[in-house]
């Protein structure tokens, strides 16, 4: 049996991790990441690719929802202002791509501020309903931008190119993902073991009682809106260039209510779990089309039917794990992880 | 003024429908601190049914709302029992994600149903426009006038004087103790289910006849949610009203200030409205203790 808590010192406690097992798989999981694109086909790439662009946005709400436990139902703003904003500098003022993309992470973290600033009164479901008003008002905006946004005809984004050299989507541009990717997960655990992450935990806990221990939650809850948005509207950047035509349509609250179903599947709260979560759906979501494009072709080709089922499944799945594995992935990973330790006894 | 007068009136009318939707989320959440985000797809799936009714049965408007009124209190009861019972002790945001789940699934099914094509809910109601003052009214809605002081007045009657009712209210005070006293909450909650239910059947057979049924419907639960916020989440006549007073607002930007501000004015308004009031205006502020 493997034993726990000998933690001597501060330094200790709050390393990044003390198992040497984590270590290797993380460094395993990005080396295998990294090469995927020579081995796998263009259509597998550009799967992976957009299931990082995805984690980059789950990892921000997750810090918003999962670990400063205020809801958000606005991510699809954020991801939209994120996009535009990187699209527009991109493409009618002619900024370099890592610099259009950070302008639309820092577009998007000065709309969570002021987002952010309801929550400072509003809690649970009237925080969620108010941050939806925000992304329906913004995908308003976006319709009737004229030619900035481009209105309902959309807005094309140049090719992603890195210091004069164009990248082409599968290969040079993967990796710039990828690296962004590794870095945000990075950012992400760093801020869950310093003083900030230890205040959002506290607020999502209970927020009264966080105030009275001398967490400021003004300043932390802008915080956790602005550090989330920031991610959401890099992600956006990404997408941007990723898709390299932006439409309104694409950014409906759907896209919010799917970011939240990957932090349940993977469970809420943490990293792992919303990377795992992230995996999950975005794999059923391909899979689903995969199966449903086959069995569309012997049906005749029906394909807004197959359309359906796979909407059907995707609400099944959330229920079903909501119902039977509230804890998620990781939930389950744990006690796996659990039985293994403890085995022969139960706890 | 004539104009004015015209968007205020028309505004109300299809505030009632936001009315009947909001105050469908208040039953639910007065009772049980949770909302329903699929009341929209609810109202959505009903008002099909009362379209399939209509065709195979021939019914008027009456027969066809009371059937159609009926099967939806069934389906609550069905979706209380089946999604929302085994979620007790779970966090109020893990329920709220199962009705969004349920959504997203009765969104589809009804397109898997009557497929995407919107058709008409023909319920045997006279259509030509009745003037009232400079504005025109179809008669259905003014079925939704007469309806809406209906149930209000039927609602607090019922909360007012029935046993039920006031068991009802015990619950949304304080679930522990009305527990103490002997009141079946489960039950409680089943039946606030089901009348939400019954009010979303209103909704849907109000907006089929007055429009058609059509599977974008469900957007109309979206931008009700103002109302429901404005009133207060858990106050049921504050979102009959909430309802109307989006309803209008709605209209009379749409009409001074611009095309398409339809969408978001009930959004901006409620975005101002919790800055000053969090609880909306006829909700009850939490007091919390640590």
């Given at each position: 049996m493997r034993s726990r808590n000998f933690k001597q010192d501060y330094r200790q406690l709050l390393a990044l991790t003390d198992s040497v097992p984590v270590i290797v798989w993380s460094c395993l999981l990005v080396a295998l990441l990294a090469v995927a694109p020579l081995l796998l086909s263009k259509y597998y790439v550009s799967v992976i690719l957009l299931l990082l662009i995805t984690a980059v946005g789950v990892l921000g709400l997750n810090l918003l929802t999962g670990t400063t436990g205020l809801i958000s139902l606005g991510h699809s703003g954020f991801l939209a202002v994120g996009a535009y904003t990187a699209g527009i500098v991109a493409g009618k003022l002619g900024w370099p791509m890592l610099a259009s993309i950070f302008a639309g992470g820092v577009s998007a973290a000065i709309a969570g501020i002021i987002v952010g600033i309801p929550s400072l009164r509003l809690k649970g479901l009237y925080l969620a309903?108010?941050?939806?008003?925000?992304?329906?008002?913004?995908?308003?905006?976006?319709?009737?931008?004229?030619?900035?946004?481009?209105?309902?005809?959309?807005?094309?984004?140049?090719?992603?190119?890195?210091?004069?050299?164009?990248?082409?989507?599968?290969?040079?541009?993967?990796?710039?993902?990828?690296?962004?990717?590794?870095?945000?997960?990075?950012?992400?655990?760093?801020?869950?073991?310093?003083?900030?992450?230890?205040?959002?935990?506290?607020?999502?806990?209970?927020?009264?009682?966080?105030?009275?221990?001398?967490?400021?939650?003004?300043?932390?809850?802008?915080?956790?809106?602005?550090?989330?948005?920031?991610?959401?509207?890099?992600?956006?950047?990404?997408?941007?260039?990723?898709?390299?035509?932006?439409?309104?349509?694409?950014?409906?609250?759907?896209?919010?209510?799917?970011?939240?179903?990957?932090?349940?599947?993977?469970?809420?709260?943490?990293?792992?779990?919303?990377?795992?979560?992230?995996?999950?759906?975005?794999?059923?979501?391909?899979?689903?089309?995969?199966?449903?494009?086959?069995?569309?072709?012997?049906?005749?080709?029906?394909?807004?039917?197959?359309?359906?089922?796979?909407?059907?499944?995707?609400?099944?799945?959330?229920?079903?794990?909501?119902?039977?594995?509230?804890?998620?992935l990781m939930g389950r990973w744990r006690d796996i992880k659990h039985y293994w330790t403890h085995w022969p006894f139960r706890f | 003024m004539d104009y004015f007068l015209q968007l205020v009136i028309s505004g109300i009318a299809v505030g009632l429908v936001y009315g009947f939707i909001g105050m469908g989320f208040a039953m639910i959440y007065r009772a049980t601190g949770v909302v329903n985000f699929a009341q929209g797809e609810l109202m959505m799936l009903v008002s099909y049914i009362a379209f399939t009714l209509a065709g195979t049965f021939q019914f008027g408007f009456w027969p066809m709302l009371a059937a159609t009124v009926a099967a939806s209190v069934l389906i609550g009861l069905l979706i209380e029992v089946l999604l929302i019972r085994p979620m007790l002790g779970q966090p109020v945001f893990s329920t709220v994600m199962v009705t969004i789940g349920l959504a997203v699934i009765l969104r589809s099914v009804v397109v898997l149903i009557w497929g995407a094509d919107p058709m008409p809910l023909n319920a045997g109601l006279p259509t030509e426009v009745i003037k009232i003052g400079p504005a025109g009214l179809y008669p259905a809605q003014l079925y939704a006038v007469g309806l809406m002081a209906a149930v209000l007045l039927g609602l607090w009657t019922f909360f007012r004087y029935s046993r039920v009712g006031i068991a009802m209210r015990a619950t949304a005070n304080v679930q522990t103790a009305a527990l103490l006293m002997g009141i079946n909450v489960k039950r409680i909650f089943a039946l606030s289910w089901a009348m939400s239910a019954g009010l979303a059947a209103i909704a849907g057979v109000l907006i089929g006849v007055i429009y058609d049924v059509n599977p974008g419907m469900w957007t109309t639960g979206l931008r009700s949610f103002p109302a429901v916020i404005l009133g207060g989440l858990d106050s049921v006549f504050g979102a009959a009203l909430g309802g109307i007073l989006i309803g209008m607002v709605e209209n009379l930007s749409e009409g001074y200030i611009g095309r398409g501000m339809k969408e978001i004015a009930g959004f901006v308004l409620i975005l101002v409205v919790l800055m000053v009031r969090p609880y909306g205006l006829f909700g009850k502020p939490d007091i919390e203790r640590v």
């Amino acid at each position: 049996m493997r034993s726990r808590n000998f933690k001597q010192d501060y330094r200790q406690l709050l390393a990044l991790t003390d198992s040497v097992p984590v270590i290797v798989w993380s460094c395993l999981l990005v080396a295998l990441l990294a090469v995927a694109p020579l081995l796998l086909s263009k259509y597998y790439v550009s799967v992976i690719l957009l299931l990082l662009i995805t984690a980059v946005g789950v990892l921000g709400l997750n810090l918003l929802t999962g670990t400063t436990g205020l809801i958000s139902l606005g991510h699809s703003g954020f991801l939209a202002v994120g996009a535009y904003t990187a699209g527009i500098v991109a493409g009618k003022l002619g900024w370099p791509m890592l610099a259009s993309i950070f302008a639309g992470g820092v577009s998007a973290a000065i709309a969570g501020i002021i987002v952010g600033i309801p929550s400072l009164r509003l809690k649970g479901l009237y925080l969620a309903i108010t941050t939806m008003a925000f992304a329906v008002i913004i995908n308003h905006l976006i319709l009737n931008g004229g030619d900035l946004t481009g209105g309902s005809e959309g807005l094309t984004v140049p090719q992603p190119s890195l210091f004069g050299q164009a990248l082409g989507a599968e290969r040079g541009y993967y990796y710039v993902v990828l690296c962004f990717v590794v870095v945000f997960t990075f950012i992400t655990l760093n801020i869950l073991r310093s003083r900030i992450g230890r205040a959002f935990l506290a607020i999502r806990e209970h927020d009264i009682a966080a105030k009275a221990m001398g967490v400021n939650l003004v300043r932390y809850k802008l915080m956790a809106f602005m550090v989330s948005a920031f991610y959401t509207g890099i992600a956006g950047g990404l997408l941007a260039y990723y898709t390299r035509y932006l439409n309104v349509d694409s950014f409906s609250l759907l896209i919010s209510i799917e970011a939240l179903s990957m932090l349940i599947v993977g469970g809420l709260g943490s990293v792992a779990g919303a990377l795992l979560g992230t995996a999950f759906i975005v794999l059923l979501n391909e899979s689903l089309g995969f199966v449903f494009g086959m069995i569309g072709a012997s049906f005749g080709g029906s394909g807004s039917a197959a359309y359906e089922i796979k909407g059907v499944i995707y609400g099944l799945a959330i229920v079903l794990f909501l119902r039977f594995e509230p804890d998620g992935l990781m939930g389950r990973w744990r006690d796996i992880k659990h039985y293994w330790t403890h085995w022969p006894f139960r706890f | 003024m004539d104009y004015f007068l015209q968007l205020v009136i028309s505004g109300i009318a299809v505030g009632l429908v936001y009315g009947f939707i909001g105050m469908g989320f208040a039953m639910i959440y007065r009772a049980t601190g949770v909302v329903n985000f699929a009341q929209g797809e609810l109202m959505m799936l009903v008002s099909y049914i009362a379209f399939t009714l209509a065709g195979t049965f021939q019914f008027g408007f009456w027969p066809m709302l009371a059937a159609t009124v009926a099967a939806s209190v069934l389906i609550g009861l069905l979706i209380e029992v089946l999604l929302i019972r085994p979620m007790l002790g779970q966090p109020v945001f893990s329920t709220v994600m199962v009705t969004i789940g349920l959504a997203v699934i009765l969104r589809s099914v009804v397109v898997l149903i009557w497929g995407a094509d919107p058709m008409p809910l023909n319920a045997g109601l006279p259509t030509e426009v009745i003037k009232i003052g400079p504005a025109g009214l179809y008669p259905a809605q003014l079925y939704a006038v007469g309806l809406m002081a209906a149930v209000l007045l039927g609602l607090w009657t019922f909360f007012r004087y029935s046993r039920v009712g006031i068991a009802m209210r015990a619950t949304a005070n304080v679930q522990t103790a009305a527990l103490l006293m002997g009141i079946n909450v489960k039950r409680i909650f089943a039946l606030s289910w089901a009348m939400s239910a019954g009010l979303a059947a209103i909704a849907g057979v109000l907006i089929g006849v007055i429009y058609d049924v059509n599977p974008g419907m469900w957007t109309t639960g979206l931008r009700s949610f103002p109302a429901v916020i404005l009133g207060g989440l858990d106050s049921v006549f504050g979102a009959a009203l909430g309802g109307i007073l989006i309803g209008m607002v709605e209209n009379l930007s749409e009409g001074y200030i611009g095309r398409g501000m339809k969408e978001i004015a009930g959004f901006v308004l409620i975005l101002v409205v919790l800055m000053v009031r969090p609880y909306g205006l006829f909700g009850k502020p939490d007091i919390e203790r640590v």
